[in-house]
């Protein structure tokens, strides 16, 4: 995909989002922007997912009858959900570097909703029809798929805990391969059978980080032997251009805090904005950007009661000047420009149980000094002087954490040094070439931890 295509679908969006069409002077710094740094996207886009080759593709010709054709079990871009993007990153990823022969896409959707996805599927699972569980499996099982790769998450699955699932992976006659994206440390019961259940049918199953490995097999009885530890992918290493990027946003001159994602009770924004109030007398040119919109989910059951509370807080703390919202769902090129703007990001997350993060992820990718709550993920992955870590629902530890970086540049260049060269050994083809030996050892009737 060329530049100009890019600066094409972002207005394209926002028509279709019936957002104002705006060609200011800073917006057309904002288009000049995204024709400069374009070349990731025209990277993503040049390996199309149907064709039968690869360029960069790593298998040798001899053995590409070998290659698994993959079903993929997901939420499907363009919904808004970060199990989405991570299907289409790492589906991505296999094709480009010839780990696949093909692959084929299952869509999670909520009841009655229709898209038009990046990706056609072969058929759909409606979140609370329980018979369309049956039907995908059935549909799967005709289509030439080697094995199904399942990605879990609580909440996109109907019934209790998302138990519908299993009639799913019942039904299935391909092996599976299942990637837990939360696994909780305090489960409900409901939960526990359904992990159980599910890790049961698989024949694989994927850790993003070896806590979570270790919380599947202390917790959950899952045998070691069964788990695979493959870390989420990132984005190629970008730096560079921090300034032009603040410049196209307006920010020039601001020091720029950002939590990235869409926006729910359990991101703990409330705790970022009162960081902020910690901060601003000290800093008064901060600013901080709460960049998402508000999760479906959310929206669907309490609409927008929690960015209500976010914005009354922000009056009586009388943060107006320190706080910005940018309330919609970014498009790649966006979302680029908003992590190059960023000097420090802030995940100030509510819950442990966190064993995936795309921002977290993403903004290491960006050489990003980062301060997060210990989730399970973070613990990892800012370990080594990645990052720093800050105390849960604290708003002063977290301020600390930001202090320490902004008055010691020295810390700054490090963090951001070693964010880079740990990002580096993570791209979304190295993390697809991991899943390549899992799906062969698999096919291969080979135990996942042997060579």
């Not at 025209?42 to 590409?64: C, F, H, Q, V």
């Not at 694989?204 to 493959?230: E, N």
């Not at 959310?298 to 209500?308: A, I, S």
């Amino acid at each position: 995909m060329d530049a100009e295509h890019i600066v094409g679908d972002l207005l394209q969006e926002e028509w279709r989002n019936n957002l104002p069409i705006e060609l200011s002077p800073g917006r057309i710094c904002f288009l000049y922007f995204v024709l400069l740094t374009s070349q990731s996207f025209r990277d993503r886009n040049e390996s199309p997912l149907n064709s039968s080759e690869s360029k960069n593709a790593t298998i040798e010709r001899g053995e590409l009858n070998r290659r698994p054709r993959t079903a993929h079990v997901s939420t499907l871009v363009p919904r808004a959900c970060g199990i989405a993007t991570f299907t289409r990153d790492l589906a991505l990823g296999l094709k480009r570097t010839g780990v696949v022969s093909g692959n084929l896409f299952v869509a999670v959707e909520e009841d009655g909703v229709h898209r038009e996805y990046d990706f056609r599927p072969i058929t759909m699972v409606w979140q609370n029809d329980e018979s369309s569980y049956d039907d995908a499996a059935g549909v799967v099982n005709q289509s030439g798929a080697d094995l199904v790769h399942l990605q879990h998450e609580y909440g996109i699955y109907g019934g209790d805990w998302g138990e519908y699932v299993l009639r799913f992976a019942e039904a299935l006659q391909r092996p599976l391969v299942v990637t837990f994206h939360t696994v909780m440390r305090n489960p409900a019961e409901g939960a526990v059978e359904v992990l159980q259940g599910l890790a049961s049918l698989a024949d694989a199953i994927v850790a993003t980080v070896a806590p979570a490995r270790d919380l599947l097999f202390k917790i959950y009885g899952v045998p070691k032997v069964k788990i695979r530890v493959i870390p989420h992918g990132s984005p190629e290493s970008r730096t560079g251009q921090n300034e032009g990027a603040k410049v196209a946003l307006g920010l020039q001159g601001r020091i720029t805090v950002t939590t990235l994602g869409l926006i729910n009770p359990g991101k703990g924004v409330e705790y970022g904005i009162q960081t902020i109030h910690h901060l601003a007398s000290r800093y008064p040119n901060i600013l901080y950007l709460i960049v998402g919109q508000t999760h479906p989910v959310v929206l669907k059951h309490h609409d927008e009661q929690y960015r209500e509370s976010l914005k009354d807080l922000i009056r009586s703390l009388r943060l107006a000047p320190n706080i910005k919202f940018v309330d919609r769902y970014l498009s790649e090129a966006e979302k680029e420009l908003y992590y190059r703007a960023t000097d420090i990001y802030l995940a100030p997350y509510v819950g442990r149980d966190q064993v995936s993060s795309g921002t977290i992820t993403e903004a290491l990718a960006f050489g990003k000094s980062v301060v997060s709550t210990p989730t399970t993920f973070a613990q990892t992955a800012l370990a080594d002087g990645r990052g720093l870590l800050c105390d849960f629902n604290d708003p002063e530890s977290m301020a600390e954490r930001i202090q320490e970086i902004l008055n010691n540049p020295s810390m700054r260049t490090n963090l951001e040094k070693n964010a880079l060269d740990f990002s580096r050994k993570l791209t979304w083809d190295e993390v697809a070439k991991a899943y390549g030996k899992t799906y062969r050892k698999l096919l291969d009737g080979r135990t996942l931890g042997t060579a």
